[in-house]
């Protein structure tokens, strides 16, 4: 198990970088929050003290100089937030054991301990609570009773300031991650759109020093691979071609031959390897690139003349569906697709049907279906390889070429479509052709 299924990482990253620098710049803020905060209370703790300290001696000096009757009326005057005077020996206990009650204690000894002894307790059952007892000059007991208070009241809107700014930093997070990951984004796009044709979108050679060699070397390697593409596949039809010549001379050489069954053999293999010369030639065209410009066609009187061509040749084709929809696709390099996929079919199926749907989304399906002997699980991707044949056998009335459905997927990619083969329940094989219609 890798780290990524362990911790739950999210799959893209843009959501990987957002959130550990929102994690971290959070984190941060919250320290930073703490700290504040800590050093704050500890202030406000050292001013407290002293005014505690100034503030007890000074009214324990007043009321030990007021009359006894006149006291009582004095003690809510002096009293504080945190503490008051209670005439009266107060209430015993232990020792205080709390920080801060200690301190204040520490600090009230200090101020009126030298003049006035004094003992302080925690008073039981309470949180944070302490007293301290004295006698004034008269013998008199007083009690100062103390509640500490646990550092400042915070603002109101405080709060609201610290949700802005986490609202700010996933803001910048986002934007400074974006920017960040907008190159990879068009680098995926541009090889994705990459196919066949080599004809991809070069990307914008500006931005960070980064970005811009990275989109100069995809464009460099972009021109590369179409360089050599061509090349290849000039030199592939430019020998399927000058073949011609030579195959054409040996046919007429055997015309004027005396019929013969060596004489029928030739003729023979000169069709197969005029037929194989052929189909090289468009398979390295389909190859080279789709010149043929997308157009709106009507597909129902397109599928209609197909089969009705195959109808007059003998063949047992026959269609099934409607579309009854305008289709915006290449016309020639779709009829070329259906018609080696109808070839296929009869060739080893001895009649073909073609199926034809359309979805609510769009989609245009078309199916070639056969009952012929179908094809092996594990090489239903393997027939679409350029030579890849099934059968070993050299006849090509059963065994093909191995170039009709390598053209077909071809031309499928250039048209930005889907070809695939299912074998049917029964026995059979289909081949199913899916159109995005962008009309």
């Given at each position: 198990?890798?780290?990524?299924?362990?911790?739950?990482?999210?799959?893209?990253?843009?959501?990987?970088?957002?959130?550990?620098?929102?994690?971290?710049?959070?984190?941060?803020?919250?320290?930073?929050?703490?700290l504040?905060?800590?050093?704050?209370?500890?202030?406000?703790t050292?001013?407290?003290?002293?005014?505690?300290?100034?503030?007890?001696?000074?009214?324990?000096?007043?009321?030990?100089?007021?009359?006894?009757?006149?006291?009582?009326?004095?003690?809510?005057?002096?009293?504080?937030?945190?503490?008051?005077?209670?005439?009266?020996?107060?209430?015993?206990?232990?020792?205080?054991?709390?920080?801060?009650?200690?301190?204040?204690?520490?600090?009230?000894?200090?101020?009126?301990?030298?003049?006035?002894?004094?003992?302080?307790?925690a008073?039981?059952?309470?949180?944070?609570?302490?007293?301290?007892?004295?006698?004034?000059?008269?013998?008199?007991?007083?009690?100062?009773?103390?509640?500490?208070m646990?550092?400042?009241?915070?603002?109101?809107?405080?709060?609201?300031?610290?949700?802005?700014?986490?609202?700010?930093?996933?803001?910048?997070?986002?934007?400074?991650?974006?920017l960040?990951?907008?190159?990879?984004?068009?680098?995926?796009?541009?090889?994705?759109?990459?196919?066949?044709?080599?004809?991809?979108?070069?990307?914008?050679?500006?931005g960070?020093?980064?970005?811009?060699?990275?989109?100069?070397?995809?464009?460099?390697?972009?021109?590369?691979?179409?360089?050599?593409?061509?090349?290849r596949?000039?030199?592939?039809?430019?020998?399927?071609?000058?073949?011609?010549?030579?195959?054409?001379?040996?046919?007429l050489?055997?015309?004027?031959?005396?019929?013969?069954?060596?004489?029928?053999?030739?003729?023979?293999?000169?069709?197969?390897?005029?037929?194989?010369?052929?189909?090289?030639?468009?398979?390295?065209?389909?190859?080279h690139?789709?010149?043929?410009?997308?157009?709106?066609?009507?597909?129902?009187?397109?599928?209609?003349?197909?089969?009705?061509?195959?109808?007059?040749?003998?063949?047992?084709?026959?269609?099934?569906?409607?579309?009854?929809?305008?289709?915006?696709?290449?016309?020639?390099?779709?009829r070329?697709?259906?018609?080696?996929?109808?070839?296929?079919?009869?060739?080893?199926?001895?009649?073909?049907?073609?199926?034809?749907?359309?979805?609510?989304?769009?989609?245009?399906?078309?199916?070639?279906?056969?009952?012929g002997?179908?094809?092996?699980?594990?090489?239903?991707?393997?027939?679409?390889?350029?030579?890849?044949?099934?059968?070993?056998s050299?006849?090509?009335?059963?065994?093909?070429?191995?170039?009709?459905?390598?053209?077909?997927?071809?031309?499928?990619?250039?048209?930005?479509?889907?070809?695939?083969?299912?074998?049917?329940?029964?026995?059979?094989?289909?081949?199913?052709?899916?159109?995005?219609?962008?009309?």
């Amino acid at each position: 198990m890798n780290v990524d299924s362990l911790l739950h990482w999210p799959r893209t990253l843009f959501a990987r970088l957002a959130l550990i620098l929102f994690a971290g710049l959070a984190l941060a803020q919250a320290l930073s929050f703490w700290l504040t905060m800590t050093e704050r209370d500890q202030s406000m703790t050292n001013v407290m003290m002293g005014y505690i300290e100034r503030e007890v001696a000074s009214s324990v000096a007043l009321l030990d100089h007021l009359p006894a009757a006149e006291r009582a009326d004095w003690l809510p005057r002096l009293a504080r937030r945190s503490y008051t005077f209670m005439l009266g020996p107060g209430i015993s206990g232990g020792p205080p054991d709390a920080r801060l009650s200690a301190r204040a204690a520490e600090s009230i000894a200090e101020g009126i301990g030298t003049r006035y002894p004094l003992t302080v307790n925690a008073v039981p059952g309470e949180s944070e609570r302490m007293q301290v007892h004295l006698r004034l000059s008269d013998g008199t007991p007083l009690t100062i009773d103390y509640r500490p208070m646990q550092g400042a009241p915070l603002s109101r809107w405080l709060p609201l300031v610290l949700m802005l700014q986490l609202a700010v930093l996933a803001a910048c997070c986002w934007l400074a991650v974006r920017l960040a990951t907008r190159p990879l984004n068009q680098l995926a796009r541009a090889a994705d759109t990459l196919g066949p044709d080599l004809k991809a979108h070069r990307l914008p050679e500006d931005g960070p020093d980064e970005v811009a060699r990275a989109a100069r070397a995809f464009n460099a390697m972009q021109d590369r691979v179409a360089l050599y593409m061509t090349e290849r596949m000039q030199i592939l039809a430019a020998i399927s071609h000058d073949l011609q010549t030579p195959i054409t001379r040996m046919r007429l050489r055997v015309d004027v031959m005396d019929d013969s069954v060596e004489g029928t053999r030739l003729q023979q293999d000169l069709r197969e390897m005029e037929t194989l010369v052929k189909e090289g030639v468009t398979y390295a065209r389909t190859l080279h690139g789709a010149t043929e410009v997308p157009c709106r066609i009507d597909p129902d009187a397109l599928f209609d003349s197909i089969v009705c061509d195959y109808v007059d040749a003998g063949q047992k084709v026959s269609l099934q569906g409607r579309i009854d929809t305008a289709l915006v696709t290449r016309p020639q390099a779709l009829r070329r697709i259906v018609c080696n996929l109808v070839d296929n079919a009869l060739k080893f199926g001895g009649e073909a049907e073609i199926a034809v749907a359309a979805s609510q989304d769009g989609q245009v399906t078309i199916s070639v279906l056969d009952r012929g002997p179908g094809i092996p699980a594990e090489s239903l991707e393997a027939v679409f390889e350029p030579f890849y044949r099934l059968e070993g056998s050299r006849n090509r009335s059963t065994g093909g070429t191995g170039l009709g459905l390598a053209i077909a997927r071809q031309l499928t990619l250039a048209m930005d479509a889907a070809l695939s083969l299912h074998n049917r329940a029964g026995g059979g094989l289909e081949a199913r052709l899916v159109l995005k219609n962008r009309g």
